[in-house]
């Protein structure tokens, strides 16, 4: 069966310091790929996602950037923190018209 | 670009009250449409999706919602709700042939006991 890793599950980070949240996927192969970030109010808005190695689609412009430097491997980070990057980060992963399924997320502090 | 609209931010209910939450999307063409639900200090599930066929979807935990085309809409139904159901959640919206899904801002459902 198909299993998704994200980690960690909290981190808190001083403005100005770099970011790297790792998600992993297992069981499938060349899932879509997304990163979205939930706020309270705010829903889950779509930040990157990806349908293959090297394949990175922004939707919205900011202090964050995505990499696939493998097939079930999703890098989401950023040269320098900003206090508005606090927040909840959430990997998932489909394929094709399946249902997303979701990792238990990534609680950011930025301080 | 599709939206998506979720109506009420927060609802309270009694238990064996009745409920509906309302979402509304904008896209006109064809659409997947999904509800998810995030129980407190869990992750994002499925309760249920439509692709096609049946306008009336059946999911877990006694979850229905209806796709009504004409009104843009996909609101969630429970008969009776429990204290269980206390959760947030979440309308989403996927136009057929994209791979991206877009999320309401989604609804903090608590039921008293």
């Known amino acids: 069966s198909q299993t998704i890793h994200q980690w960690p599950a909290t981190l808190v980070q001083p403005v100005g310091s770099p970011l790297s949240l790792e998600c992993t996927v297992e069981?499938?192969?060349?899932?879509?790929l997304y990163w979205y970030r939930q706020a309270a109010g705010r829903g889950l808005q779509l930040l990157f996602y990806?349908?293959?190695?090297?394949?990175i689609s922004s939707e919205v412009p900011q202090n964050l950037s995505a990499s696939r430097p493998q097939d079930r491997q999703f890098i989401l980070s950023s040269k320098k923190l900003l206090l508005s990057d606090s927040g909840f980060y959430l990997c998932?992963?489909?394929?094709?018209?399946?249902?997303?399924?979701f990792g238990n997320g990534t609680r950011l502090t930025v301080t | 670009a599709q939206s998506v609209s979720q109506h009420n931010h927060h609802v309270i209910l009694s238990e064996a009250a009745s409920l509906e939450l309302g979402c509304n999307y904008s896209?006109?063409?064809?659409?997947?449409l999904f509800w998810y639900v995030q129980y407190p200090g869990q992750h994002l599930q499925l309760l249920l999706k439509?692709?096609?066929?049946?306008?009336l979807v059946k999911g877990i935990k006694g979850f229905e919602a209806e796709f009504i085309k004409s009104k843009f809409s996909f609101n969630l139904r429970k008969p009776s709700v429990q204290w269980s159901d206390t959760a947030e959640y979440f309308c989403?919206?996927?136009?057929?042939?994209?791979?991206?899904?877009?999320f309401g801002k989604g609804t903090m459902l608590l039921v008293s006991p």
């Open positions: 998932a992963w489909s394929q094709g018209n399946s249902p997303l399924h």
């Open positions: 990806s349908v293959g190695i090297g394949q």
């Open positions: 896209y006109g063409g064809t659409v997947n």
């Open positions: 989403a919206v996927k136009d057929s042939g994209y791979s991206t899904l877009t």
């Open positions: 069981g499938t192969s060349n899932p879509n």
């Open positions: 439509y692709f096609s066929g049946d306008p």
